[in-house]
T-cell receptor, first 114, second 113 residues
Framework: AQSVTQLGSHVSVSEGALVLLRCNYS??????LFWYVQYPNQGLQLLLK??????LVKGINGFEAEFKKSETSFHLTKPSAHMSDAAEYFC????????????FGRGTSLIVHP | KAGVTQTPRYLIKTRGQQVTLSCSPI?????VSWYQQTPGQGLQFLFE???????NKGNFPGRFSGRQFSNSRSEMNVSTLELGDSALYLC????????????FGPGTRLLVL
């Protein structure tokens, strides 16, 4: 069964600082990888998606993620945090073992200090 | 295009009751998936419907059921509610298959007392 590990249930950064949210997946083949963001009392919104076209994926709101097969990682970054980035972030994987049902990580809460 | 809509947004029920949640996908989307989100278990897949047929099912008891109508709208039903069913229930739609981009609704927050 595929699994996703998000290191750190909470990440705290200052406004303007680099954002780094970590995601590792368990898979021997390149899967589909996703990052979603969830604001309070809302559903999930897709930030970006990896589908093997390029290892560096650019998403919305200035976020990007790099697929590293050797490290089975798909970390999310943003050069400069904004107060509006404060939210819950979920990494998800699908397409491994013949299953296209996404498996989600437990989420990382991003806290942005002024 | 209008996004995924879910009704109702909030529900309070008591143990033993049943509940029906509704989801209207984005126009043209034929795949609808349901997820349960709780602080303890995170996001868990319930089931997926495509063209009125259940195509995939997660590891939930039979009290959880769903259906899809010919217009792709979907409902999920939970019978004999338990306290542990309190959660945010999210619906997501995609054009054809779950590996495509899924668009999520705002969710229905269910509280079981």
């Amino acid at each position: 069964a595929q699994s996703v590990t998000q290191l750190g249930s909470h990440v705290s950064v200052s406004e303007g600082a680099l954002v780094l949210l970590r995601c590792n997946y368990s898979s021997s083949v390149p899967p589909y990888l996703f990052w979603y963001v969830q604001y309070p009392n809302q559903g999930l919104q897709l930030l970006l998606k990896y589908t093997s076209a390029a290892t560096l994926v650019k998403g919305i709101n200035g976020f990007e993620a790099e697929f590293k097969k050797s490290e089975t990682s798909f970390h999310l970054t943003k050069p400069s945090a904004h107060m509006s980035d404060a939210a819950e972030y979920f990494c998800a994987v699908s397409g491994t073992g013949g299953s296209y049902i996404p498996t989600f990580g437990r989420g990382t809460s991003l806290i942005v200090h002024p | 295009k209008a996004g995924v809509t879910q009704t109702p947004r909030y529900l309070i029920k008591t143990r033993g009751q049943q509940v029906t949640l509704s989801c209207s996908p984005i126009s043209g989307h034929r795949s609808v998936s349901w997820y349960q989100q709780t602080p303890g278990q995170g996001l868990q897949f319930l089931f997926e419907y495509f063209s009125e047929t259940q195509r995939n099912k997660g590891n939930f008891p039979g009290r959880f059921s769903g259906r899809q109508f010919s217009n792709s709208r979907s409902e999920m039903n939970v019978s004999t509610l338990e306290l542990g069913d309190s959660a945010l229930y999210l619906c997501a739609s995609s054009f054809r298959q779950t590996q495509e981009t899924q668009y999520f609704g705002p969710g229905t927050r269910l509280l079981v007392l």
